[in-house]
C-alpha cells in the first residue's frame, strides 16, 4: 500500500496543507488540502480516485472536496458512477449544502449528473469493502461529530489506520490495533490541546500500548520530533508492507 501524504498540517498551523491523505493513488482520505493539484505533483490525477473518506465535517478536513467534485464534473469524457464517498451520517447532506453554498444550485446539477457519487453512511462498528478495500469505522471523540477514525486493509491483508481529529478514547484505540501503519494526529506538543485533540505524550503513550505498529504524526501545529514515530510533511510518499517497512 502506498500511502502519500498531501496535508500534514492542523486547521490553523502554517506547516503544512490541511488533511488530505492519498491511500494507492485511488482512495482519498480527507479533503481539505488543495487536492487537485497536489495530486498532479504526487503524480497522478483525480480521476484516478475511486473512494472519498471523510473523518468528519469541519472544514479542514472537507472544504476542498467540492473542487474535485466540479472539475470531474467538467471533464471529458464524464464519467458518472465512478466515485464512492463515505462519511459519518449526513455527508451527503453535508457535501450538498458545501457544493450549493460555494458554487450554486448549477454546479450541483452538474455534479449530480456527471458525477453522480454514491453515499454511503458509515458509523461506529461498520466493516464494509469499497472500492476494493475492507474499510472498518470507529467512532471517535472530537469536538464536533459524529467524527470516525477508519482502517483500510488491501487485498494482501497490509492495513493503514486514519485517526482523523480525536481525543483518546476506546474508538481511537480500537481503529489503530494491529495496523501497520497508523496515521495520528498530533495536534499538540508541550501539553492538552482543546477542541478534541492529541498532544504528543498521549501519541507516546498509544505508540508503546501498540509496538507493532508504525506511526505516523500528522494535522501539526509545527513540525517536530518524537522518538520512535514517523513525522509527516507535505508530499510525503510511503510504500507500506505487512512488516510496516
Ligand atoms: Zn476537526
Redesign the pocket.
Known sequence: MRITVLGSGS?FSTCGCNAGYLVDGRVLIDCGAPVPALVRRAATSIHAITLVLLT?F?A??SFMLPTILGARAFSDPAAPGSLVIGGPVGTREYITRLVVDGYGSHIRHEIDVNVAPEYVALQDGSDVELAGYRVQSHAVV???GPSLAYRLTDARGVSIGFSG?SELCGGLRRSMAGCDLYVCECTGWDGPTPGGHLWRDEVAGLMSANPGTRFLLSHLSERRNLPGALVAHDLLSLEISSAAT
Open positions: 486547521a468528519h469541519h479542514d478536513h472530537h469536538s464536533t481529529d
